[in-house]
């Protein structure tokens, strides 16, 4: 499961242990382990002497070759049901995956307004963490600026998407529904073990 930050990757996933008795992976505790671990592969959060938008590329294509080899043998050894949610792939850095065996979901709210998505984002995390954290805690306008940029990369994931024959899922509007209709795509499919 992949996608722009507040898209529902986390909830889905949660959702799919608690209901299926899914294994969680996280997408982002593995890019922490690479970018401490072997800083000279490019793959990080942050990356020294790249700008933020270079940085992002070039963990998306390693992280993302990572993830296919990853998967590809997760699923030829292990019949257990497990899901990984991560920030950092784009569909394009995907090939090569096995998806006979394996379900990808790409999440994302193409056509959401920023502002409002920045000011949904702040009072869900004021309910649920008793205050916004994170860059999520800033101005109004400074997080609506970020979910610009997450809203247009929703919509070139959802191209993407359409270009490599994946299944991307709107979570912009009626996000509760968008969320049950990924989780009954992530469990529809009988996947063949070797």
């Known amino acids: 499961i992949a996608g722009p930050t507040n898209c529902g990757k986390t909830l889905l996933s949660r959702r799919l242990v608690e209901s299926h008795g899914f294994s969680r992976i996280s997408g982002d505790a593995l890019v922490l382990a690479f970018q401490n ?3 000279n592969l490019g793959i990080g959060h942050s990356v020294d002497g790249m700008s933020v938008e270079d940085a992002y590329a070039s963990t998306c294509k390693g992280f993302g070759r990572f993830l296919v080899q990853f998967l590809n043998a997760l699923a030829w050894e292990n019949p257990m049901p497990y899901v990984v949610d991560t920030f950092h792939v784009r569909p394009l850095d995907l090939e090569g995956i096995d998806t006979s065996k394996t379900q990808v979901l790409f999440l994302g709210y193409p056509e959401a307004n920023p502002g409002d998505k920045a000011c949904e984002t702040q009072a869900y995390q004021n309910e649920a963490y008793g205050a916004p954290h994170g860059w ?3 101005d109004v306008t400074e997080v609506a600026a970020r979910f610009l940029i997450f809203t247009q990369m929703s919509r070139d ?7 490599c024959g994946l299944t991307f899922v709107d979570t912009g509007s ?4 968008a969320l049950l209709a990924a989780a009954a795509l992530a469990t529809s499919q009988e996947k063949a073990y070797d």
Not at 157 to 163: D, H, R, S, V
């Open 174 to 177: 009626g996000f509760s529904d």
């Open 136 to 138: 999520v805690r800033g």
């Open 37 to 39: 671990s072997f800083p």
């Open 157 to 163: 994931l959802q191209n993407e998407c359409a270009a």
